[in-house]
Nanobody, 126 residues
Framework: QVQLVESGGGLVQAGGSLRLSCAAS????????MGWFRQAPGKEREFVAA????????NYLDSVKGRFTISKDNAKNTVYLQMNSLKPDDTAVYYC???????????????????WGQGTQVTVSS
């Protein structure tokens, strides 16, 4: 079992920044990768960013490239999402998720993740 707890969401003006954190606990030694997804009201959940735990390779949604950065701290079993130049379209509940054990398919697909956090609200005002 792996538990994921997100933090760092909030209300920010357009152009501002936020940093989300996701702390993992439990069987973290089996971590393969972690990702961030988001879901806006009335929309489907979408992939935002992912990082492979051992080598640090990253993937991003095209619309956040150059603005968002995913990073990790292996010692703290924590993944971060630094979000800069935020736009109102970034408003959503942000979820972190973990892939455990081995590669299970594209990081872009939410069905390939094993565990999910409870989500943290990010609201960007115009």
């Amino acid at each position: 079992q792996v538990q994921l707890v997100e933090s760092g969401g909030g209300l920010v003006q357009a152009g501002g920044s936020l940093r989300l954190s996701c702390a993992a606990s439990g069987r973290t030694f089996t971590m393969y990768g972690m990702g961030w997804f988001r879901q806006a009201p009335g929309k489907e959940r979408e992939f935002v960013a992912a990082i492979r735990w051992s080598v640090g390779n990253t993937n991003y949604l095209d619309s956040v490239k150059g603005r968002f950065t995913i990073s990790k701290d292996n010692a703290k079993n924590t993944v971060y999402l630094q979000m800069n130049s935020l736009k109102p379209d970034d408003t959503a509940v942000y979820y972190c998720a973990a892939v455990i054990g081995r590669y299970k398919g594209s990081f872009y697909y939410d069905g390939n993740y094993d565990y999910w956090g409870q989500g943290t609200q990010v609201t960007v005002s115009s």
